[in-house]
């Protein structure tokens, strides 16, 4: 007899928010999650779990749940709930319309990390496929499309280089332009207990983070740079261990190739690259700088870690470039307890990007103007794929409201409260003629939306999540798929609709089509994850089990590429009418812009986004703790309440990006990175006013 309120059943699934990607045991009573327990056998988590995770589940039951697919003819109209045949065939039919009216190109979609592997690959396949374009793209484009580009063509692999546990062997940690214990919590508890062991620790971060100095770990220095001065801190480090005879001269040799090795090192070496030369402009002491670089070259086994304060800058791809330039230099890439690695902020943030989710890549990363890669794909889809790239997210804004732009799709993604500059956003989604929305709740977007197609909780349907270690995970079904229809049967829906066919019955068949077409998830399939309880790619006939540590031996690209980092300031600056940098972080209790965890009991330890501001800047400006102050900013003004904070330094203050109120992003601004487009979301120029007092 199992008692009222104790669970029934469990099902082994796996956390839908950060690229930690824990397992746990959501345990069952019926239909009902009664609590998610940290599975032990999780190979991110070994059992482990954070605040966010425990009550993942809270919202899959929450009243503002969407459960019936809704369509409106204007944005104005109200909603009207209609059956799924109805909503969609309304959008493929408003979809046809455009294309006949606008042109092929007038529509396109975008995939979540959020979603599952087979998902996020349904919705680019239909894009590329139904759709006859490459208007595909993903919120990593916000994120981690630097890491895609600057790992791609130094190392030649978009991911990173290690397994979570090779922090465990890790004798120097670096950690830059990231808070791995709030925004990665289950691993960086990892990190502090490896610090703990002895390992050193470099911070390079603007703000004082907890692992600069908390109860229990001390860094050995703290890099506090001014924000958007990453590579000039970079090319420093890099100066101090070309100059110093730091070089680890036979792994490079062996390793890179000698020519662009030989162009980095003279071009680091300049004089104009030091420490000191450069110390006015990053605002770090020339000699933390160079015992920092000492310690990273000499310090036994090396490993970089880094997140979002690294690539959302008009410079993130240069700085994750440089990074990989420093761990090469020294030998720290291709064994345990070394490396680079990006900390993934979604759950599948990962799988989007390996899944083809770009408007210039296929799954795997290929380049849709590879004729070999296309004509593949070509044999297997039956239809003549487009073999130029095409439009970004800020691209089909633009052109949007230019009025070439008429359509989109978009698949568990905010787009009005994630991305930078609202009102560039807003505009954009406003000049359209059919929007159509999938999601869990009417989310800012939604307000621009001519269908509401209700999405599926990571409880409700089956697949895969790869997160930041490229772990391949399985999200396991643990209860029916509330409106109907997983997120998965819903594209294939409206690509049917469309009159593209699609005939999957269960995402394994999804999953055996991506290893049949991506050669690094060759061996991938469902009875295999099952097996192994998770497999990291590349998994294939080279490596039939996977893969923990990348580029043993050799690097993916064959010899690793040096390429330079000019520093190149950004055009964002601080003046007398915006004289702070503000800039943007995560906060433990919370997830992204808050969608899910504000619907939690999460909300219980954090319930609004505070600015931080030092107390030297509050003071001049006659801010005092709990002061409901004004950001403004030359894209707009927001409202925050001030918390006076030494881990600010002067002339920098900060913010979470979770989204009670109005949101960060009314202030951020257009600026991007110059490879990718991914907005420089850490550095913008604001002046703060108290509101509140006379
Ligand atoms: Fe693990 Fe991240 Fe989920 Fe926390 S939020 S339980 S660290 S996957």
């Not at 993903?138 to 063509?153: D, I, K, Q």
């Not at 480090?237 to 490079?252: D, K, P, Q």
């Not at 390429?563 to 007398?576: F, G, H, R």
């Not at 931080?612 to 102050?629: F, K, S």
Request: hydrophobic fraction near 35%.
């Amino acid at each position: 007899v199992i008692e009222a309120g104790q669970p029934e059943h469990s099902v082994v699934t796996t956390c839908a928010y950060c690229g930690v990607g824990c397992s746990f045991k959501a345990e069952m009573r019926g239909t009902e999650v009664v609590r998610m327990m940290p599975y032990k056998d999780g190979g991110a988590n070994h059992g482990h779990s954070c605040v966010k995770g425990r009550f993942a589940w809270g919202y899959a039951t929450h009243k503002d749940r969407i459960t019936k697919p809704m369509i409106r003819a204007k944005i104005t109209d109200p909603w009207q709930e209609v059956s799924w045949e109805v909503a969609i065939n309304h959008a493929a039919s408003e979809f046809k319309r455009i294309q006949k009216q606008y042109g092929r190109g007038s529509i396109g979609g975008i995939t979540s990390s959020r979603c599952t592997n087979e998902e996020t690959y349904l919705v680019q396949k239909m894009v590329r496929a139904a759709f006859g374009n490459n208007n595909v793209d993903t919120c990593a484009r916000v994120c981690h499309s630097p890491t895609g580009y600057g790992l791609g063509t130094t190392l030649g692999t978009s991911a990173g280089t290690q397994t979570f546990d090779s922090v465990m062997e890790a004798d120097v940690i670096l950690v830059m332009g990231a808070n791995p214990t709030d925004a990665h919590p289950v691993f960086g508890s990892r990190m502090k207990k490896r610090i703990r062991q002895g390992a050193r620790l470099i911070v390079i971060d603007p703000r004082r983070i907890d692992l600069v100095k908390d109860a229990h770990v001390e860094a050995d220095y703290h890099l506090a740079l001014k924000p958007g001065t990453n590579v000039a801190i970079v090319n420093a480090l890099a100066h101090v261990i070309a100059t110093e005879g730091l070089i680890n001269e036979a792994y490079v040799k062996e390793r890179c190739e000698p020519e662009d090795f030989a162009l980095w090192r003279a071009f680091v070496s300049e004089p104009r690259n030091s420490p000191e030369a450069t110390e006015s402009l990053t605002g770090v002491p020339a000699a933390d700088v160079r015992a920092a670089a000492r310690l990273y070259a000499t310090g036994g086994n090396a490993a970089i870690y880094y997140g979002l304060g690294v690539t959302e800058h008009s410079q993130g791809s240069t700085t994750v470039i440089g990074i990989a330039n420093l761990a090469m230099a020294t030998g720290n890439i291709g064994r345990m307890g070394v490396g680079v690695n990006p900390l993934r902020g979604q759950n599948n943030v990962q799988g989007a990007c390996d899944m083809g989710s770009f408007p210039h890549e296929f799954s795997g990363y290929r380049h849709v103007s590879n004729d070999a890669v296309r004509e593949s794909f070509e044999a297997l889809w039956g239809v003549k794929l487009e073999s130029e790239p095409g439009l970004r997210i800020p691209n089909m804004l633009d052109a949007a409201m230019d009025g070439s732009f008429k359509g989109i799709y978009i698949q568990g993604e905010d787009i009005a409260q994630s991305d930078p500059d609202i009102k560039h956003v807003t505009g954009g989604l406003e000049a359209m003629e059919c929007v159509v929305v999938q999601d869990l709740f009417l989310n800012e977007t939604a307000n621009f939306a001519h269908v509401f197609l209700p999405g599926t909780t990571f409880l409700e349907k089956d697949g895969t999540f790869t997160n930041a270690e490229r772990r391949i995970n399985l999200v396991r079904k643990a209860t029916p798929p509330v409106p109907g229809y997983a997120d998965w049967e819903v594209t294939m829906l409206l690509s049917n609709a469309l009159g593209y066919k699609m005939d999957y019955k269960h995402p394994s068949e999804i999953m055996d089509e991506i290893a049949a077409m991506t050669p690094t998830f060759k061996n991938v399939s469902f009875k295999k994850i099952e097996e192994m309880g998770s497999v990291q790619w590349p998994c294939n006939d080279a490596s039939p089990d996977g893969t923990p540590i990348m580029h043993i031996g050799k690097f993916v690209r064959g010899k690793g590429r040096f390429v330079l980092t000019e520093y190149v300031p950004t055009d964002e600056k601080s003046t007398a009418k915006f004289p702070l940098l503000l800039t943007t972080g995560r906060i433990l209790s919370q997830y992204n812009v808050g969608a899910q965890t504000r619907r939690t009991e999460n909300v219980a330890w954090h319930d609004e986004d505070i600015l931080e501001i030092h107390p030297h800047d509050a003071e001049q400006r006659g801010i005092h703790d709990g002061d409901i102050v004004s950001v403004i900013s030359r894209a707009g003004e927001t409202a925050l309440a001030a918390l006076i904070s030494e881990r600010m330094q002067p002339g920098v203050v900060y913010t979470t990006f979770h989204h009670f109120g109005s949101g960060v992003n009314v202030v951020t601004t257009d600026f991007s990175d110059w490879a990718t487009n991914c907005p420089e979301y850490k550095v913008t120029a604001v002046e703060v006013r108290a509101t509140n007092r006379p």
